[in-house]
């Protein structure tokens, strides 16, 4: 059974920085896109990052030049730094492992909130 597990999220100042990490529990990590996607109260989940398997990324508008993904293949770990937090980054954020060829999985949701 695969398993993605999320941690790093809490409550921080506006202006201020988490680190969120996402582990995947497969041998396959490295063949996966990886994602993060966020979904605030009362709205749709959204995408917030991605990071192909040879290391290609790709940003939501809202995050763009604050938000950075990145990936540990050898650890089967994909990370979201985020910086400059504002109020409205305040959401439930997901990790996701998509693949064409497998099925995708998400992670169970971390919160965070941004105080202001």
Same mark, same amino acid.
């Given at each position: 059974?695969?398993?993605?597990?999320?941690? #790093?999220?809490?409550?921080?100042?506006?202006?201020?920085?988490?680190?969120?990490?996402?582990?995947?529990?497969?041998?396959?990590?490295?063949?996966?896109?990886?994602?993060?996607?966020?979904?605030?109260?009362?709205?749709?989940?959204?995408?917030?990052?991605?990071?192909?398997? #040879?290391?290609?990324?790709?940003?939501?508008?809202?995050?763009?030049?604050?938000?950075?993904?990145?990936?540990?293949?050898?650890?089967?770990?994909?990370?979201?730094?985020?910086?400059?937090?504002?109020?409205?980054?305040?959401?439930?954020?997901?990790?996701?492992?998509?693949?064409?060829?497998?099925?995708?999985?998400?992670?169970? #949701?971390?919160?965070?909130?941004?105080?202001?």
């Amino acid at each position: 059974q695969v398993q993605l597990v999320e941690s #790093g999220g809490g409550l921080v100042q506006a202006g201020g920085s988490l680190r969120l990490s996402c582990a995947m529990s497969t041998n396959i990590f490295s063949r996966y896109i990886m994602g993060w996607y966020r979904q605030a109260p009362g709205k749709q989940r959204e995408l917030v990052a991605t990071i192909s398997s #040879g290391g290609t990324t790709d940003y939501g508008d809202s995050v763009k030049g604050r938000f950075t993904i990145s990936r540990d293949n050898a650890k089967n770990t994909v990370y979201l730094q985020m910086n400059s937090l504002k109020p409205e980054d305040t959401a439930v954020y997901y990790c996701k492992a998509h693949s064409i060829t497998w099925a995708d999985y998400w992670g169970q #949701g971390t919160q965070v909130t941004v105080s202001s």
